[in-house]
């Protein structure tokens, strides 16, 4: 949708650091504040080293400066993070924003006749009129007509959808674009609350609030930064004791050295981050506990049709029965199928082609296509000689061949307990009054989901599969599409009854849905997915939306909710980690003159106290901009065990974090020393 | 270091961990309201009590009911520990004359006893009479007793499922005296009398040498005293010099003893978590790795102390290990034992001088405290053992994308916010005052030693307080009333800042249901995670003291190392 790194958002971003200096936004951010206070504190001690006391050397000045330069550029690159990672939303929320502005739309009086009003002016329970090329002015239900819409300014999906009244397409979204016919529409949302105010909203990031997790995480680095607080606050005296003294901008070097300013610079840009993922991905989340809680989920109930089997069942298999050969069935399998437009319909023709059986329609101009209806529950062609073919469900077959006199082959019913037992639909084939065979219809699994059950049951997830078939062919398609558990001869009930129960077996669960009966289980599920093509009820009911309609995304949505996790993992283990190596450089550095002896702590062999000090306050602070791009992109995840994963990222971030600082501090010092700038 | 040194250390270790798993299996089955066979000596005696306390041993008490009373006993047994030894000097049991304590003393001993610190900043001997001494045993009962069943409340509101109820406090608190404390401190106490240690109301022997003078030789109901000071992890001897005293420890199989009867409390404790939780295994990983820190620990001290000071050799000529301030009947070896398990235990007695160890030696008994889970103390270990958990499955949980969880329970910011505050407490109650001692005058002039020794010893002072356990650098004068009132305060909040805090996330964890394991639940019994509880626990700790520690020991060993003398 938006280019990923504009340079319009880069510029924005760089002005939005400075912005964000301000100190009552800072606070939010306790372990970013501390370094700002600290900056302005050092500012001080630029104009007058002696501000607290103490004597000083005549160059004090120009450490204590770079000390504050270096620590407002660890704050500012913090604030670049979080603005870099809010870019996205508000470049995306400006081209939204331009679709809703000056809409206007037809409003019905009580009179019924239209006026003209501006598309803020409704209310909810307002009928509007749509023609055809209009905007639809706000969110709601068509009242009466259909018509084809073009939703892209949403879903960014060019293909146009049909929407009509009644059933579950009724429902139409503001600034989306009817294309043919005229809706009468009635509004369902007040002004400022419709789907595309709240997407606005969301991209933006305005109505961003902390999830629990992240609240949770925020405590600990508070706590964190508050014993590090105490820690520094009382080296001095201790210092002082030893017949050492600690001028103040070492101090607040070292404080900003322990405090975990990597993850505090860092945490609200890989929330900001994870939810721009989700919305990337087409799914409207309205809320970042959804999206985290999506990565807590134990149990996945997903519809059988659309979700798990591609939704329309195929032509595998002629069986005929009597006295026909299968090139006979085939024949008058096709001939019932030759106009017959359903997926069903067309894969009967092009088994047959495969197997060799192909006929022209050209032939068959003249005859007459019977559709499927749900009385006869039949379809075929009335070929011009009066001959009737049909093919359709083997007892509504059954009748209508005793009715016209015919007799049923003894191994009929054989062939048909044997499709239905192996979860197939057999389809009864007739020509005129004889039963030429059974044509094997059978549910397919869409391809790959075998390998997504398996890499979810491998992240302790259960699938559970809902699906109004019979039991029988529920338990064949479970089998094949390799997911745990499955209910059959599903109501919309006890959808609702396994979500209940899951929960009170203190699980949570994630479904997806579209119908207006999904809407109670929808909201029951702690994450529900509804899709765009559904009602507004389900809409409203789950605390996703998806945009493209794919309930297979709940299992991306999963994975985007554990990287969000991991991500503030890795790089919180990171930060503390840090920490090690700093000691290393700043303690030696500290004592130096009252307890000498404390040099072979300087394993790193630092050039100078001063650039031992400055080369980890360095080091602290450019780590933040080299983790901006994984903190926006998230953590690599993959699905393997919970132990195997941590012990992979505690390798990685761990003991990583504790290796990299200690070469990154000596580079960086040996760049000083060669600059001559570490004798400050 | 020698081959049988090792032996010495690594076997008196297994027996303590041994001798957890039984105990820790017996004490689940009290807690959990099981029979035993001596039911009928039990249930009278429970029912007496519960009786004259006016309780229903029926009742069920959610985290704050549980807490109450704990506070209430605390500060009811402080205030007639006060009383005691405020008045003891007027009251009958004193046949050496001994005389009442002053008030900033007699708080600070109260505040001492109650927290199981037993920081004593009097000599037994002259500074309490027989009263005073029963009046301290009575509180060396109380004090672990309130700590083990706060530990227990936490553990029955880890097993529960959406229910607040975590046991009735008068029934546990009963029932440890009755079937934990008293049996073992009664067979402990007739062993160690069969072994030399004196029991008597008798006072003071007055004992003609050889040489034809003197000597008056303290003594009292001594036997009676020591199991509880050791099983309670109190640590308050009856004599100044503590168990180097020679009727408190007479021999090396009584040292054992000692050291046995200190350790099992905390290695039960981590047994009976395992049966509560249902996991012997994590039982069995903790054991390695809590058991493999306090070896680490004890053989860092055993081949500091072996290897004797540099400096002494050079410049005196005196070579071979470091004995100042131990016992010989004990060696280097049980010494070096002693030091890591009364440090680790937070029982703070000593069969050796800690302020004599080398610096090295005597920094492994400050980073047992301030890692705060090298067994910790009865109960209260645990509970740290716990928080750390806590903090560990966070950080572990983030890592593998699931909101963390430890034993089916969610972690969420309550939780962190209690176990922040529990972790926070220990540098306020520890940095600050030290960093207060020494920019003032009169904490300054309790400091006996000059330069970095002196500092180490206000920083362990501080560090043996906060951590509940009252052994010390002696170099300190500490009966000043600033580190009387200071210290007396640093020891409350030191136990009740993060017991409260604990028993808080009990009640929070409590009403949480309790969610299924699946392959994506982070498992806490495997090796994996014991090694990254470690490293959690060390990083923690060495962020938290490390710059405290250069300053003092760190300093001093690599000035002895190199030769120099302190300045």
């Not at chain 1, 078939?469 to 745990?484: C, K």
Request: contains cysteine; neutral net charge.
């Amino acid at each position: 949708m938006i280019q990923t790194m504009s340079k319009e958002i880069v510029n924005r971003a760089l002005m939005d650091s400075f912005i964000k200096l301000n100190p009552r936004v800072m606070v939010k951010n306790p372990v970013m504040f501390v370094v700002e206070v600290g900056a302005a504190i050092t500012l001080l001690l630029t104009v007058d080293p002696g501000l607290f006391g103490g004597q000083y050397g005549p160059h004090q000045w120009a450490f204590n400066l770079a000390v504050c330069i270096i620590l407002l550029l660890t704050v500012l690159f913090g604030n670049f993070s979080e603005a870099i990672a809010e870019g996205r939303g508000k470049a995306q929320a400006e081209s939204l924003r331009k679709t809703k502005t000056d809409l206007m739309a037809h409003r019905r009086k009580p009179d019924g006749t239209y006026e003209l009003v501006p598309a803020t002016a409704l209310r909810k329970g307002d009928t509007v009129r749509v023609t055809a090329g209009e905007v639809i002015p706000s969110d709601g239900e068509v009242v009466s007509g259909i018509g084809s819409v073009d939703e892209s300014a949403i879903t960014g999906e060019s293909a146009p959808v049909i929407r009509g009244a009644g059933g579950d397409f009724s429902s139409v979204t503001g600034g989306t674009k009817l294309l043919s016919d005229e809706l009468l529409v009635r509004v369902t949302v007040d002004p400022g609350e419709s789907f595309l105010d709240k997407m606005i909203g969301l991209v933006e990031g305005a109505s961003r609030q902390k999830t629990p997790n992240e609240l949770a995480l925020s405590v600990l680095l508070a706590g964190l930064t508050l014993i590090f607080l105490i820690v520094v606050d009382t080296l001095e005296p201790m210092a002082h004791y030893v017949r050492g003294s600690i001028d103040v901008a070492t101090l607040i070097a070292l404080l900003v050295c322990l405090i975990p300013t990597t993850i505090g610079a860092l945490l609200s840009a890989i929330g900001i981050a994870g939810m721009d993922r989700v919305i990337r991905f087409n799914i409207i989340a309205k809320s970042g506990k959804a999206v985290e809680a999506a990565g807590d989920v134990n149990t996945l109930i997903l519809d059988k049709t659309g979700t798990i089997t591609i939704g329309n069942r195929l032509a595998t298999e002629f069986s005929p029965v009597g006295s026909h050969t299968e090139r006979e069935l085939m024949e008058v399998a096709v001939l019932s199928s030759l106009f017959d437009e359903t997926p069903e319909g067309r894969s009967v023709v092009e088994l047959a082609g495969e197997k060799g059986v192909r006929m022209a329609r050209e032939a068959y101009m003249d005859s007459e296509n019977v559709e499927f209806s749900a009385d006869t529950r039949m379809s075929g062609l009335d070929l011009a000689n009066g001959t009737k073919v049909r093919k359709g469900a083997v007892d509504a077959i059954k009748n209508y061949v005793l009715q016209r006199g015919g007799s049923i082959p003894s191994d009929l019913d054989a062939k048909t307990e044997r499709i239905a037992r192996e979860g197939g639909t057999p389809l009864a084939v007739v020509r005129g009054d004889e039963v030429y065979g059974v044509i094997y219809l059978k549910d397919i699994v869409k391809p790959g989901m075998r390998e997504r059950f398996a890499e979810l049951r491998k992240m302790g997830i259960k699938t559970v599969m809902c699906t109004g078939d019979n039991p029988l062919t529920a338990a064949t398609i479970a089998r094949e599409a390799g997911v745990d558990d499955f209910i059959a001869e599903a109501k919309p009930e006890d959808k609702m009854r396994l979500i209940q129960e899951e929960q009170a077996q203190g699980k949570l669960v994630a479904m997806s849905g579209d119908g207006t009966n999904d809407a109670p289980a929808l909201a029951q599920a702690d994450v529900g997915l509804a899709m765009n093509t559904g009602t507004t009820a389900a809409k409203e009911a789950g605390n996703m939306v998806d945009l493209d309609s794919d309930p297979t995304k709940l299992i991306e949505v999963v994975a985007i909710g554990k990287q969000l996790l991991i991500t503030r993992g890795a790089i919180t283990t990171f930060s503390i980690a840090n920490d090690v190596a700093k000691y290393f450089a700043i303690i030696p550095a500290m004592f130096v003159q009252a307890i000498p002896s404390l040099k072979v702590l300087n394993i790193m062999h630092l050039t100078s106290p001063h650039s031992a000090i400055l080369s980890a306050l360095i080091f602290n602070a450019i780590i933040i901009p080299l983790l901006i791009p994984l903190a926006m992109r998230g953590v690599r995840y993959r699905p393997i065990s919970a132990t195997s994963m941590l012990v992979r990222n505690i390798f990685l971030y761990g003991i990583g974090g504790i290796i990299v600082p200690f070469a990154g501090i000596k580079v960086i010092d040996l760049v000083l020393a060669a600059l001559g700038s570490a004798h400050i | 270091m020698t081959f049988e040194g090792i032996m010495q250390i690594l076997s008196v270790i297994a027996i303590i961990f041994a001798i957890g798993i039984p105990l820790g299996g017996y004490m689940y089955r009290v807690y959990t309201g099981r029979r035993s066979w001596l039911e009928p000596v039990f249930v009278p005696t429970e029912r007496f009590f519960y009786r004259l306390v006016g309780v229903n041993p029926a009742a069920q008490m959610d985290w704050r009911a549980y807490l109450k009373p704990i506070l209430l006993v605390s500060f009811v047994v402080m205030m007639f520990a006060y009383a005691m030894w405020r008045l003891m000097g007027h009251l009958p049991l004193n046949p050496d004359g001994n005389k009442s304590m002053p008030p900033e003393l007699a708080f600070n001993t109260a505040a001492s006893f109650i927290t199981t610190t037993n920081w004593q900043n009097y000599g037994g001997e002259t500074g309490m009479t027989y009263l005073g001494q029963l009046a301290a045993i009575v509180v060396q009962f109380v004090a672990p007793a309130l700590g083990m069943v706060a530990a227990v409340a936490f553990l029955r509101g880890l097993a529960n499922d959406r229910s607040s109820n975590v046991g009735n406090f008068w029934v546990d608190f009963i029932k440890t005296f009755t079937r934990i404390l008293i049996p073992i401190c009664l067979v402990s106490a007739i062993v160690l009398v069969g072994l030399g240690v004196p029991d008597t109301f008798l006072g003071a022997a007055k004992v003609h040498t050889l040489q034809g003078a003197v000597q008056t030789i303290s003594r009292g109901p001594v036997a009676a005293q020591v199991p509880i000071m050791q099983l309670g992890n109190n640590g308050g001897g009856w004599f100044n010099a503590n168990l180097s005293h020679p009727l408190a420890d007479p021999t090396a199989l009584t040292d054992v003893i000692e050291l046995v009867l200190m350790g099992v409390g905390p290695t039960a404790f981590l047994v009976m978590f395992g049966h509560f939780i249902r996991s012997r295994k994590w039982t069995a990983i903790f054991y390695v790795f809590i058991g493999g820190m306090l070896v680490a620990g004890t053989m860092v001290i055993y081949a500091s102390e072996s290897a004797g000071n540099p400096i002494l050799h050079h410049v005196l000529g005196v070579t071979g290990p470091n004995m100042e301030g131990k016992e010989v009947r004990f060696g280097i070896p049980l010494s070096s034992l002693f030091v890591a398990v009364t440090a680790g235990t937070d029982t703070g007695a000593v069969n050796a001088m800690h302020d004599s160890l080398t610096p090295l030696g005597g920094l492994v008994p400050m980073a047992n405290m301030m890692l705060m889970v090298v067994l910790g103390g009865e109960g209260v270990g645990l509970l740290s053992i716990i928080m750390f958990l806590i903090i560990t499955v966070f950080l572990s949980g983030l890592m593998v994308g699931r909101t963390p969880e430890i034993f089916g329970k969610k972690i969420e910011s309550r939780e962190i916010k209690l176990a922040v505050l529990a972790m926070l407490s220990s540098p306020v109650t520890l940095l600050i005052p030290t960093a207060i001692a020494v920019m003032t005058k009169t904490g300054v002039s309790s400091m006996e030693n000059p330069g970095l020794h002196g500092f180490s010893e206000v920083l362990y002072a501080f560090t043996s307080m906060t951590f509940n356990n009252g052994s010390a650098f002696g170099g300190l004068g500490g009966n000043t009333p600033f580190f009387n009132l200071v210290g007396g305060v640093v020891m409350l909040l030191g136990r009740y800042i993060s017991m409260i805090a604990m028993l808080a996330i009990a009640g929070s964890l409590a009403m949480k249901p309790r969610i299924p394991v699946s392959a994506g639940t982070l498992k806490t019994d495997t090796f994996t995670f014991g090694w990254i509880w470690v490293a959690v626990v060390v990083i923690v700790g060495a962020l938290t003291f490390f710059p405290a520690l250069a300053i003092g020991p760190i300093a001093e060993q690599i000035q002895m190392v190199s030769g120099h003398l302190s300045q």
